[in-house]
């Protein structure tokens, strides 16, 4: 009898593989000292069309290119062929639900040293079933963590290097250890940065207001999304600036953005109370447009999505060459 279930699968060393057969060594460079760069791109199933939307692909693989080069990882793979690779893997795998998609370049040699001169370059790419990184559904509860962001000069902020998530991973263990579901991380300065893996936004006296990507934020694609769709479909301006931590406590309603948080109502932050400790009005306009947006139900932002075609799905697809 032939098993027709779904199966996971990674583009690794030049061809699709099971997921399960995707390995390093623990030598690898990239496992010893954090030099990789990665992605976070979503699919959305929608159920009336029977398709998946990946949301805004493209400028994924645009901006993992452009934090590549800066940190001198080589991919042999242009911006066309990495979205045909996403879409091949994600028909091969079938699954009729939201997906995480994950590209990842590294220094891929076995060695010990922690120069990246002459060491080699891996990329693998994979795709899993997903559902929500964080509550969208009810508020959540924030502080600010005694953490602060790593300094651009010191780890690029707006690259995704693997490196620098230490520092990500520490601000929100602390904050679910201490009750919280999320970190607010400062600067080196003392501004709000963003969350722990989120950018970070602000509701007051009718605007949105988001730290400057001067403060060291990661140039969030959702945090793009977002102040897009506040103003052409709301007519909402976005303010990008320094934010100082107690302006959080004022605002009328607090939001995280990011493709893993989607868009995350906030109503506590340090035992401070936010509008009411409920989801406020602007941030459930732009909660609804975004899942309207990226399961495909406003046309006018169909270029933001490329339809996976999963009635053409393959059992097998050919390695990019």
């Known amino acids: 009898m032939t098993d027709s279930s779904p199966r996971t699968y990674a583009f690794f060393e030049g061809e699709f593989v099971p997921l399960g057969d995707a390995k390093v060594s623990v030598m690898t460079h990239a496992f010893n000292y954090g030099t990789g760069v990665f992605e976070g791109i979503r699919s959305y199933w929608n159920d009336e069309h029977k398709e998946s939307y990946v949301f805004r692909l493209r400028e994924h693989f645009v901006r993992f290119l452009k934090n590549t080069a ?12 990495l979205v045909e690779m996403t879409v091949n893997l994600l028909r091969m795998e079938g699954f009729p639900s939201d997906m995480y998609i994950r590209p990842l370049a590294y220094k891929s040699s076995e060695q010990i040293g922690v120069s990246m001169e002459g060491v080699a370059d891996g990329f693998t790419l994979f795709a899993v079933p997903y559902g929500k990184y964080i509550e969208t559904d009810r508020p959540l509860s924030l502080c600010v963590s005694s953490w602060r962001r ?10 995704k290097v693997t490196g620098n998530y230490i520092n990500t991973a520490l601000a929100k263990n602390e904050a679910v250890r201490n009750g919280y579901n999320e970190a607010i991380v400062l600067n080196e300065h003392g501004y709000v940065c963003e969350g722990s893996a989120e950018n970070i936004f602000l509701v007051r006296n009718g605007a949105l207001i988001t730290p400057s ?9 959702t945090r793009d999304t977002i102040i897009r769709l506040a103003r052409e479909e709301l007519g909402i301006p976005t303010h990008e600036r320094q ?19 989607e868009v995350g109502p906030v109503g506590n932050v340090d035992g401070r109370t936010i509008g009411g400790g409920q989801i406020g009005p602007i941030t459930a306009a732009l ?30 697809a050919a390695p990019v060459a």
């Open 70 to 81: 800066m940190v001198f990882i080589d991919v042999p793979y242009g911006v066309d062929e």
């Open 150 to 159: 790593s300094s651009d000069n010191a780890i690029p902020s707006r690259a």
């Open 213 to 221: 990507i001067a403060d060291g934020i990661l140039e969030g694609i």
């Open 243 to 261: 934010v100082a931590r107690t302006e959080v406590y004022y605002a009328d309603e607090v939001f995280l953005t990011g493709t893993g948080a």
């Open 287 to 316: 909660q609804d447009l975004y899942f309207d947006v990226v399961k495909g139900r406003k046309p006018a932002y169909s270029d933001w999505l490329t339809p996976v075609g999963l009635t053409r799905r393959s059992e097998t």
